[in-house]
């Protein structure tokens, strides 16, 4: 993948919309209001931290604008992707405010992608990709790793959390969080920094992303036992500072989910948490923990919640892989419990499950239609064990190696 980047300062701004015929200066109309802008300033950083660009970006509301590139095909799903196709071979171009990052099946395409855009447009090549929103990324023979190591070193020295000893998972198994509200109160705009800046963190760490989730929801008026939990997320992240996530090259292309629920784990409303991953062969691309909505009045009911929300991600990533000509069917989602398995495959369960509510039910006319597919997986082997509850060090280490998180020199 490469990055290539537009050269702004607030002058050179302005001389670049009127060199690229942006826009066209007229009289505004009577009775007309005029659409308010403001500049934005960024610095662009490197991934060892230093400032390599000063950039300026005018922004305005009430519109959005849209322009074609010649023999480009915009994506159905992703509107800011755009494809390239040529015999065999491919250019991939995604589009982000300013930059560009983009990557081809044949380094020619890249070469004549890069000299059409600088002849263009003002822009400079930032050459192959490293560091992008905060994400470093390292490109080897191997695969790809992408991890916030910086990030995370600047997070601890941020919250004074350098020193003290580590642990080996983000929470302990035998916690149970609720609201605590006899509790002894803390600094409530401290602790929904410190959140914040963990939520930013789980894009490249999922393995804290349930905790972080859970502590998430305790932002209004949180008390100490609330703090230690996200102080232990800290000690974990301490100890594991170099750890991102690995996707190996010439990996099968094949579609998959697994779909988790925590019945009943919250304490307050008793409602339960789903977990869900999904894969592109063993590669991990997408994943959550939320809370659900209802309160489940089963183990079964929950897990066939949790089975729909992954489905429900399962047929966006169908739609968006459609833009790379990639198709699948009859897509698995793996799931440890059999009488979920049953009521999305057997009409007459739904008898007995008449208060879930409907929108839930999609996923039976998903699998009666062979879209996805509803299979069993032993308890052992539920990848998103991780997402819906605590684990021990054993299976929480197995489960994050799986995932593809781990060490990166």
């Known amino acids: 993948m490469t990055h290539i980047g537009f050269k702004p300062c607030k002058k050179e701004e302005l001389n670049q919309f009127e060199r690229n015929k942006v826009w066209e200066l007229v009289q505004r109309p009577t009775h007309q209001n005029v659409i308010g802008t403001k500049w934005v300033f960024r610095n662009k950083m490197n991934k060892e931290g230093s400032v390599v660009r000063h950039k300026a970006r005018l922004e305005a509301k009430g519109y959005c604008q849209e322009e074609g590139i010649n023999g480009f095909i915009r994506g159905k799903v992703d509107t800011t992707l755009f494809v390239f196709e040529k015999g065999q071979d491919c250019l991939l171009v995604q589009i982000y405010v300013d930059d560009i990052i983009f990557g081809a099946t ?37 695969g790809i790793y992408i991890s916030q190591s910086k990030y995370t070193k600047e997070l601890l020295k941020k919250f004074g959390i350098e020193e003290g000893r580590t642990v080996s998972t983000p929470m302990a198994t035998n916690v149970k969080i609720d609201k605590d509200e006899k509790g002894k109160s803390v600094d409530e705009s401290k602790y929904r920094g410190m959140i914040g800046s963990l939520l930013y963190l789980t894009a490249s760490r999922p393995d804290i992303l349930h905790v972080v989730c859970l502590c998430a929801r305790f932002q209004s008026n949180p008390k100490e036992s609330h703090m230690s939990t996200v102080k232990r997320i800290f000690r974990y992240l301490k100890g594991t500072i170099q750890y991102g996530l690995f996707y190996p090259k010439n990996e099968k292309f094949s579609l998959k989910g697994y779909s988790d629920s925590d019945y009943v784990g919250n304490i307050d409303d008793r409602k339960s948490t789903s977990g869900s991953c999904q894969f592109l062969g063993d590669c991990l691309v997408s994943w959550f923990s939320k809370k659900q909505n209802c309160v489940s009045l089963s183990t079964a009911e929950a897990e066939y919640i949790s089975t729909a929300f992954c489905c429900t991600q399962l047929l966006w990533m169908k739609q968006t892989l459609a833009n790379y000509k990639c198709s699948f069917e009859n897509v698995p989602i793996f799931c440890d419990n059999i009488s979920a398995i049953n009521i999305a495959r057997n009409p007459v369960h739904h008898n007995r499950t008449k208060h879930i509510e409907i929108q839930h039910h999609f996923l039976r006319d998903c699998v009666s239609k062979r879209k996805i597919e509803i299979s069993f997986v032993p308890s052992q082997d539920q990848l998103a064990d991780i997402f819906t509850k605590p684990l021990s060090s054993e299976t929480f280490a197995s489960i994050r190696a799986r995932l593809g998180i781990m060490h990166i020199e």
């Open 106 to 142: 044949n380094d020619s395409l890249c070469k004549k992608f890069s000299k059409l855009m600088q002849g263009e447009f003002e822009m400079s090549m930032m050459g192959e990709l490293n560091f992008f929103l905060g994400l470093q990324i390292k490109q080897c023979q191997e």
